[in-house]
């Protein structure tokens, strides 16, 4: 009796977990995906950089497809009232952050919250206000700086806006709301401003650029080539005409040595065999007579 009731709850369960659709749910790989497509957030100034590409791309998209109709009277008669009209800014809208890939959810966020300054700028400042960027980004939202400028309130970046770090490097926080600011300086360059020469690097006389010590220096050096290095690296021994130049390993000079002499000893051998070969040919001439 109890195997028969345990056999027929099965039969039942059977039947009902075949009658459902599964293809309905989502595959393993699609979870991965949607997982993956995740991205980390950008900063605010980057974000509404991001809005204002995308936004400026539609509207030249839009502006193209415009002109696909082929019927000049059509289009010289619709495209005033096309240019600046509502369905065109809606069609703008459709279009917005679908081919970003970083920041896309902060995209569309943005494009969201600030639609009627999209709109301000699309019907009524589109032609006076040809940098959109600057519009949104710095004057409206005030999440980003002009170039070369940091911080809540806009200040220079270190060294000045026209040439921050004395020009050898990048203003850190540059062009966005934070702070502080800072000089990451390129290869050979140190100080707050950039404007000194790191280890294994010399200040030319022309110029405040900054070049690398030859090969044959240890770190420090006074200029360019071997004579003007402080220390010989490892492997160079220094000459007081030459400066530091490359020391051969002692086996090098002893194979060197060797080699000489073995050289020497098989021309002195040759130079023999062949003594002894023209004084048999001598001899046989002599007696042919």
């Not at 009627?116 to 400042?125: A, R």
Request: charge should be negative.
């Amino acid at each position: 009796m109890y195997f028969h009731e345990v056999f027929c709850a099965c039969l039942v369960f059977f039947s009902y977990t075949s009658a459902l659709d599964f293809s309905s749910l989502p595959q393993i790989n699609d979870i991965k995906d949607t997982l993956s497509s995740k991205t980390k957030p950008v900063s605010s100034c980057n974000a509404c950089s991001i809005l204002v590409t995308s936004f400026l791309k539609a509207v030249e998209e839009t502006n193209r497809q415009s002109f696909q109709g082929g019927d000049a009277a059509w289009e010289s008669e619709k495209l005033g009232r096309y240019e600046n009209s509502e369905l065109r800014f809606i069609e703008i809208q459709e279009r917005l952050c679908s081919e970003v890939s970083s920041g896309k959810e902060q995209c569309y966020n943005l494009a969201e919250r600030y639609e009627d300054k999209l709109e301000d700028w699309f019907y009524n400042k589109r032609k006076e206000i040809v940098d959109f960027f600057s519009y949104l980004c710095i004057k409206e939202l005030k999440v980003c700086c002009p170039e070369n400028t940091y911080g809540p309130k806009c200040l220079p970046c270190p060294g000045g806006k026209e040439k921050p770090c004395s020009g050898h490097g990048k203003c850190k926080n540059g062009g966005t709301r934070k702070a502080p600011a800072q000089c990451i300086c390129d290869t050979g360059y140190s100080g707050k401003l950039c404007n000194l020469c790191e280890n294994g690097f010399y200040q030319t006389d022309s110029s405040s650029s900054c070049e690398a010590c030859d090969i044959s220096c240890k770190s420090h050096c006074r200029g360019p080539g071997p004579k003007n290095c402080e220390v010989c690296a490892d492997g160079y021994n220094f000459d007081e005409s030459k400066g530091c130049i490359l020391q051969l390993p002692s086996n090098s000079l002893e194979m060197t040595n060797d080699v000489t002499n073995e050289t020497d000893e098989q021309t002195q051998g040759l130079e023999h065999k062949f003594e002894n070969v023209t004084s048999a040919t001598s001899q046989a001439e002599h007696s042919e007579l």
